[in-house]
T-cell receptor, first 114, second 114 residues
Framework: DGGITQSPKYLFRKEGQNVTLSCEQN?????MYWYRQDPGQGLRLIYY???????QKGDIAEGYSVSREKKESFPLTVTSAQKNPTAFYLC?????????????FGQGTRLTVV | AQSVTQLDSQVPVFEEAPVELRCNYS??????LFWYVQYPNQGLQLLLK??????LVKGINGFEAEFNKSQTSFHLRKPSVHISDTAEYFC????????????FGPGTRLSVLP
């Protein structure tokens, strides 16, 4: 089955630690995205990538880093510089082209700082 | 840059009653429009999308939406809701050119009451 897989579903992190969230897609999509979701604030874009080895900052990139070494994978690292990392993180992908169709989402990772 | 407004943060409605969830957008260029649904602790699932053509778009689970260019609106409707429709609903927009990102509204929580 084609889709987007995020792992783990739940993640706990101690303050001061870096943690990496995994996102893999087998849809052959060029574009991939990371969003952060907080209650009542909708989805806010952290980073996006349209091609391998290239990515762009979104609206709230501070304290986060990404890599895009393979088309299928777009891991997100939440660094210790992120002051309030507890949130629900969603990864998405979409095809690119003249007709920009919808974004497909993974099931999300809930990160909690303890 | 584009933006999305969802005027109602919460909408309670009785089972089998009709419902309308409002969405307005702002953009300086032509856009594609989307409605997504999110169940608790899950990713987003596409309900319907407007790319071009007929302004009345039908989606899954009996939902439909109408694109109104003059009012820059894309309201979601369902003539008779079920308990299972209880979820968070997000309106999203993307601009009509290669590689544009998706911008999401803050969401509307639909609660269907027995």
């Amino acid at each position: 089955d084609g889709g987007i897989t995020q792992s783990p579903k739940y993640l706990f992190r101690k303050e001061g630690q870096n943690v990496t969230l995994s996102c893999e897609q087998n849809l052959n999509h060029d574009a991939m995205y990371w969003y952060r979701q907080d209650p009542g604030q909708g989805l806010r874009l952290i980073y996006y990538s349209q091609i391998v080895n290239d990515f762009q900052k979104g609206d709230i990139a501070e304290g986060y880093s990404v890599s895009r070494e393979k088309k299928e994978s777009f891991p997100l690292t939440v660094t210790s510089a992120q002051k309030n990392p507890t949130a629900f993180y969603l990864c998405a992908s979409s095809p690119l082209g003249s007709m920009n169709t919808e974004a497909f989402f993974g099931q999300g990772t809930r990160l909690t700082v303890v | 840059a584009q933006s999305v407004t969802q005027l109602d943060s919460q909408v309670p409605v009785f089972e089998e009653a009709p419902v309308e969830l409002r969405c307005n957008y702002s953009s300086s260029v032509s856009v594609y429009l989307f409605w997504y649904v999110q169940y608790p602790n899950q990713g987003l699932q596409l309900l319907l999308k407007y790319l071009s053509g007929s302004t009345l778009v039908k989606g899954i689970n009996g939902f439909e939406a109408e694109f109104n260019k003059s009012q820059t609106s894309f309201h979601l409707r369902k003539p008779s809701v079920h308990i299972s429709d209880t979820a968070e609903y997000f309106c999203a927009v993307s601009e009509r050119h290669y590689g544009q990102n998706f911008v999401f509204g803050p969401g509307t929580r639909l609660s269907v009451l027995p």
